[in-house]
């Protein structure tokens, strides 16, 4: 039988984990704040959020309803509270506006043991529901229901957190790259980077400082190793992009390749020989504004990639989940504001370790801030050798598009062979969360 909480009110737990869920009438996100005694963070790493999904004993669960899963044996000696904050995504919105949010405490086999409905909300985007916190060597829950009117940002600093004045959050990672490939399931990193939002306007401001707008879409933490969620599907496919060229050309040891929309290249170098670890490179220049062209504005674009099993999405490696399940994609990590020589963001993929059922990886380039490409110039993708380090193929895009969002290239299989194409679509899309519905268009031809 589930027991009832009322503001203020506290209950033994008698199971070393738990998880607490929320129900919300709007798109809300749950985070968790690891306290001390003093009510404070010994560091931002005891902050659990969409950025930095897993902290000590504690993890975000994907999915809906937002929740949290704790495991108390996992959780420090110092830390006294795990505090469960649920933050309303859409700017401008309150509780006030909605029906009242229920706080759920189950247990690890998914059998309720408490409900709180937290209610006299008003003009508060963001509440403390409950905190788990120690008593006499146990662990008890109390319902807390307290709101914060002054912002994500307030109740953070007010925990200890560090708050930067940047746009983005500037966490340190949750864990760093593998040096050894990982077990399946594979752990997401969890870096510091920009958020996965929910439906916003193509064209925006700069977020403030952690207000988070989107549910990650990254898969369990390293620490809880889980099942892959349930595949996501298009029961009625997308229209079809405007036809491209199907010319298909071959790579060459003197020169790389110049591919135009399109265009396909067999991954196999001269001789037949089979590529089995490549490197993709996305690069981008912002384009400059002000007096004689002296000011560029800072242009986010985040490129990441989607794994397809047919029609199926697998997995999804990207800025918050930098290595994907099965170890095959490594991204190198965010660039906030593009331009300089080079690559400004790279993803490394070993073919090798693809898994069989993947077959389509799709490379995407998002505009977090909701710049078009009308604002970008020099946007171009790469194939490297990830062996010997040499360049293969490029493909560049001329002249802007009035998108926030470019499928750029992808890399499937073909008569047993891995083979690259050219894409260079726009949509409109600012980050993953908006842009992987809308992907089906491309992933079989």
Request: proline share 11%; glycine share 8%.
């Amino acid at each position: 039988m589930v027991a009832t909480l009322v503001k203020g009110q506290n209950a033994a737990l008698t199971a070393h984990d738990v998880v607490v869920s929320v129900q919300v009438a709007a798109p809300a996100e749950l985070s968790a704040l690891l306290v001390t005694e003093q009510g404070k963070v010994r560091s931002d790493a005891d902050f659990v959020f969409y950025n930095q999904p897993s902290g000590p004993g504690v993890r975000l669960q994907p999915g809906q309803p937002p929740s949290v899963a704790v495991s108390f044996v996992q959780v420090p000696a110092e830390i006294a509270q795990i505090r469960a904050v649920i933050t309303l995504e859409n700017a401008g919105s309150n509780f006030g506006q909605i029906a009242p949010p229920t706080a759920i405490v189950s247990d690890a086999a998914g059998n309720r043991l408490y409900e709180y409905q937290i209610a006299d909300l008003s003009a508060e985007s963001i509440v403390v529901a409950v905190e788990l916190y120690r008593r006499q060597g146990s662990w008890k829950v109390r319902a807390v229901g307290q709101g914060y009117a002054g912002g994500f940002a307030a109740l953070v600093t007010d925990h200890g957190v560090s708050v930067d004045d940047a746009p983005r959050t500037s966490m340190p990672a949750a864990s760093p790259y593998p040096t050894q490939p990982p077990p399946a399931p594979l752990p997401p990193a969890a870096p510091p980077q920009s958020p996965v939002a929910p439906t916003q306007s193509p064209v925006a401001p700069p977020p403030p400082p952690f207000v988070p707008s989107r549910p990650p879409i990254a898969p369990p933490a390293a620490s809880y190793p889980a099942a892959p969620p349930a595949p996501q599907s298009w029961a009625t496919p997308p229209p079809p992009p405007a036809p491209h060229s199907s010319g298909e050309v071959s790579l060459s040891k003197d020169r790389p390749v110049s591919l135009a929309k399109g265009q396909r290249v067999t991954l196999r170098k001269d001789g037949g020989v089979a590529l089995t670890a490549v490197r993709m490179g996305l690069g981008w220049d912002p384009v400059k504004k002000g007096f004689f062209g002296s000011r560029a504005v800072d242009i986010d674009l985040d490129a990441w990639v989607a794994m397809f099993a047919g029609r199926n999405l697998v997995d999804v490696a990207y800025y918050g989940q930098l290595t994907s399940k099965d170890g095959s994609i490594r991204h190198q990590g965010d660039n906030l504001v593009g331009g300089g020589q080079g690559d400004d963001e790279v993803i490394q993929v070993d073919l090798t370790r693809v898994s069989p059922r993947v077959d389509t990886l799709l490379f995407v380039v998002t505009s977090y801030q909701g710049h078009t490409f009308e604002q970008v110039r020099n946007a171009f993708c790469r194939l490297v050798d990830g062996t010997t380090g040499t360049e293969l193929a490029r493909f560049t895009l001329s002249g802007g598009m009035a998108f926030t969002a470019l499928a750029m290239a992808k890399l499937y299989r073909a008569d047993g062979d891995w083979k690259m194409q050219a894409l260079g679509d726009g949509f409109q899309a600012k980050h993953p969360g908006e842009a992987v519905p809308q992907l089906g268009r491309w992933v079989v031809d």
